[in-house]
C-alpha cells in the first residue's frame, strides 16, 4: 500500500549542486547537495574545516531537490563518504550531473502528471485492464520480485547491525545509538474527545488515498529472505527493549569486526537497489494512476480510492492553544533511537574473522541460513 495525497502548497525552488576540491591531484571527492539559496553561500558554510578550497562544479534548480538528493544518496549509498561525500573521479563529474538532472525530471513529470487524478475524488467504478495496463501491471509484477526480496535483504541487515550495539553508543561509522528519555504527546483522540471546536479550528480538508497493488507477490512468497527479517527484527527489539528495561543506560562503543562491516556493506548494497527499483516501480504507478481517471479500480490490476479526508494539524493545536493542549498530552516511555548510517566513513578492518563475516552477510541474503547468524 502507498500513500497519496495531494499537493495544496507550491513547493519553494531548490538548487542541486556539485561541490568539489580544488587540488593538483583529483581527491575523488564530490559532495552533492541542495541549497534554497545562491551557491556562492552554500560554499562558504562547507568551506569551514575543509583543508582545500571548494567550487561548484555544476548547478541547477528544480522543485523537487531534496527528493532528488536523497535519490542520488541513496542510488549511491555504496559510495557515500563521510558526511555526504560521494567517492567519484573527477573525470565522471559530467556524468553524475546528467544523473542528477535525469532524476530531476523523471520525479518532476511524475509529480506533475500524477497531481490532478491525485486532487479528484474517485467515482468507485471498477473495470476491466486494457491490454496496455496489463503490461504495465507484468512490468510492476518484474519489479516487485526484483524489490521485495532486496528490502527484506536491507530489513535484515539493518536489524542485525542494531541488535550488535547492546546497551553501547552505537558502532563506529556504522550505527549510532541515542537514548530517548520518557516525555509527552500530544493525543489526537484526547484533543477530539475534549476540545471538538478547537480541534475543527485546526483540521483541513484535502483529498488523500491509498494506492493498492493487485496480484502481486508478498514478502512471504520469499520465504528465507522474509524469515531471516523477521527473526533479525526480533532480535533488534529485544535488544533495545533490554537496555531500556536495565535503566543502567549507554555506555562506551561496540567494537567494529570485520562480520559488522560486512553486515554494512550488505545494507549499503541493499539500499542502492531498493531506490532504483522503488524509482522504477513509481513509473509504473504514475502510468496506471493516470490511466485510471476518476476511476476507482482496474480488475487484477490495482485500486485507488480517493475521498476527502479531514487531516488534524497538530503543531498548529500546540502552538495556538498550549494550555488545552497540555490537558491531551500522553506518556511516551523511553526509547532507543538506532540510526544505521547509509555511507562508509572507515577503512575495512584488518581481525581475521572471515568466517563469520560470511556467515552474516549469508544469513542476511537468506542463501544458506533461515536466521541470521
Known amino acids: ?44 558554510s562547507l568551506q569551514t574545516g575543509n583543508p582545500y578550497d571548494l567550487h561548484c562544479f555544476d548547478s541547477f534548480d528544480t522543485l523537487w531537490a531534496s527528493d532528488v538528493e536523497h535519490f542520488m544518496h541513496r542510488t549511491h549509498a555504496k559510495e557515500m563518504h563521510k ?23 523523471r520525479i518532476g513529470e511524475r509529480k506533475s502528471r ?39 535483504i536491507l530489513e535484515g541487515a539493518e536489524c542485525q547491525l542494531k541488535a550488535a550495539t ?17 516525555s509527552l504527546r500530544l493525543s489526537e483522540r484526547l484533543a477530539r474527545l475534549k476540545f471538538p471546536a478547537l480541534v475543527s479550528c485546526c483540521t483541513n480538508d484535502s483529498v488523500s488515498g491509498s494506492f493498492r497493488w493487485r496480484g502481486m507477490p508478498t514478502k512471504r512468497t520469499f520465504e528465507s529472505y522474509y524469515r531471516a527479517s523477521i527473526v533479525a ?36 548494497k541493499a539500499t542502492r537497489t531498493v531506490h532504483h527499483l522503488t524509482a522504477e516501480l513509481a513509473d509504473q504507478r504514475t502510468e496506471l494512476i493516470v490511466s485510471l481517471g476518476n476511476d476507482e479500480a482496474l480488475d487484477g490490476v490495482c485500486s485507488f480510492r480517493r475521498s476527502p479526508k479531514e487531516h488534524f ?34 577503512l575495512p578492518s ?3 574473522d572471515s568466517d563469520s563475516s560470511y556467515s552474516a552477510v549469508a544469513s542476511a541474503n537468506g542463501t544458506t541460513n533461515d536466521t541470521p547468524a
Request: aromatic letters at 8%; charged letters at 30%.
Open 1 to 44: 500500500m502507498e500513500r497519496a495525497a495531494s499537493e495544496s502548497s507550491v513547493r519553494s525552488h531548490g538548487m542541486v549542486a556539485e561541490f568539489v576540491p580544488e587540488s593538483a591531484r583529483d581527491l575523488g571527492l564530490v559532495k552533492v547537495g541542495i541549497t534554497r539559496g545562491d551557491v556562492a553561500g552554500r560554499i562558504l
Open 83 to 105: 558526511n555526504e561525500w560521494l567517492t567519484w573521479p573527477r573525470s565522471g563529474l559530467a556524468s553524475l550531473v546528467t544523473e542528477a538532472r535525469d532524476a530531476a525530471r
Open 114 to 152: 500524477e497531481q490532478d487524478c491525485l486532487s479528484r475524488v474517485s467515482n468507485g467504478n471498477s473495470r476491466r485492464a486494457s491490454p496496455s495496463e496489463k503490461r504495465l501491471h507484468l512490468d510492476a509484477r518484474r519489479i516487485q520480485k526484483e524489490l521485495i526480496p532486496a528490502r527484506l
Open 166 to 182: 547492546g546497551a553501547t553508543y552505537g558502532i563506529p561509522g556504522i550505527v549510532r545509538v541515542k537514548y530517548v528519555a520518557a
Open 233 to 268: 527484527g526480533r532480535r533488534a527489539t529485544e535488544s533495545a527493549y533490554a537496555v531500556v528495561r536495565s535503566m543502567y543506560g549507554l555506555e562506551g562503543f561496540t567494537g567494529r569486526t570485520r562480520e559488522l562491516e560486512a553486515l554494512h556493506d550488505e545494507f549499503l
Open 313 to 346: 494539524q497538530a503543531r498548529k493545536f500546540v502552538r495556538d492553544f498550549p494550555a488545552e493542549a497540555a490537558e491531551c498530552a500522553e506518556p511516551v516511555g523511553p526509547r532507543l533511537w538506532k540510526r544505521v548510517y547509509p555511507s562508509r566513513s572507515y
Open 350 to 352: 584488518e581481525t581475521e
